[in-house]
């Protein structure tokens, strides 16, 4: 028994060879092009992430600045008058409010930036192999 390609008469593997080779390419510009697809959408979630990150950074920052100028503050009550414990005291209100700030605007970026997964690439390549196996069964 003969395979269709195979058949005299009718044009042997090539025309098979050539659909093969062609699915083929097509298939590697396909996983290229989603590869570019999920290298520039991580790098525009990496950059929020990056952002926010750098935001709490500078909050824990500020914060253990805050902390520091309430023990000074504590002690100079302790050790003096009014004046020099009170200027202490609106130090760390000042850098407390700092904090409080870069906390709230580094959790907005990290909450915009979203799931770290690359959601519209994942979208695409479930659209694709669905394409993918449509033809398949056509």
Same mark, same amino acid.
Do not use: C, N
């Given at each position: ?74 002690? *100079? ?8 414990? *009170?200027? *202490? ?6 850098? *407390? ?42």
């Amino acid at each position: 028994m003969t395979s269709v390609g195979s058949r005299p008469g009718h044009g042997g593997d090539e025309p098979v060879g050539e659909l093969v080779k062609r699915a083929s390419q097509q298939i590697s510009e396909l996983v290229r092009e989603e590869m570019r697809l999920a290298g520039a959408e991580m790098a525009g979630k990496g950059k929020r992430y990056g952002i926010g990150g750098g935001l709490f950074g500078g909050a824990g920052l500020v914060g253990f600045l805050a902390a520091q100028a309430l023990v000074a503050g504590a002690i *100079a009550a302790l050790a003096l008058a009014l004046p020099v414990w *009170a200027s *202490a005291l609106v130090v760390a209100v000042l850098l *407390a409010t700092a904090a409080a700030v870069l906390a709230a605007v580094g959790r907005k970026q990290v909450a915009r930036a979203g799931s770290p997964a690359p959601g519209q690439t994942i979208d695409s390549i479930k659209a694709d192999v669905a394409e993918i196996k449509e033809r398949a069964h056509r």
